[in-house]
Nanobody, 120 residues
Framework: QVQLVESGGGLVQAGGSLRLSCAAS????????MNWYRQAPGKQRELVAT???????NYADSVKGRFTISRDNAKNTVYLQMNSLKPEDTADYYC??????????????WGKGTLVTVSS
């Protein structure tokens, strides 16, 4: 059974930085895409950043230039470095792995989330 566990959330002042991590445990054949999503109170979950198996990245316009996604394939881990944080970045942050199984199925795994709170 694959599990994703996020860490690194917390309370930070505006302008500060946090680094989120998400590590997968269990047997994984191949991780294709690693994503970070976030969901603020009363809002829909939104895609924040994506990194594919080749290392190509994409970001939501709201975080471009401030957030950086990276991955360590050997550790089945994805990171999100968040700089110049703003109060509007306050949300629960979720990691998502799009995985191919040995039987060639595509499976989505989700973490349970880590809370980031940015005070003004």
């Amino acid at each position: 059974q694959v599990q994703l566990v996020e860490s690194g959330g917390g309370l930070v002042q505006a302008g500060g930085s946090l680094r989120l991590s998400c590590a997968a445990s269990g047997s994984i054949f191949r991780i294709n895409i690693m994503n970070w999503y976030r969901q603020a109170p009363g809002k829909q979950r939104e895609l924040v950043a994506t990194i594919n198996s080749g290392g190509s990245t994409n970001y939501a316009d709201s975080v471009k230039g401030r957030f950086t996604i990276s991955r360590d394939n050997a550790k089945n881990t994805v990171y999100l470095q968040m700089n110049s944080l703003k109060p509007e970045d306050t949300a629960d942050y979720y990691c998502n792995f799009v995985v191919t199984t040995r039987e060639a199925y595509t499976v989505n795994y989700w973490g349970k989330g880590t809370l980031v709170t940015v005070s003004s």
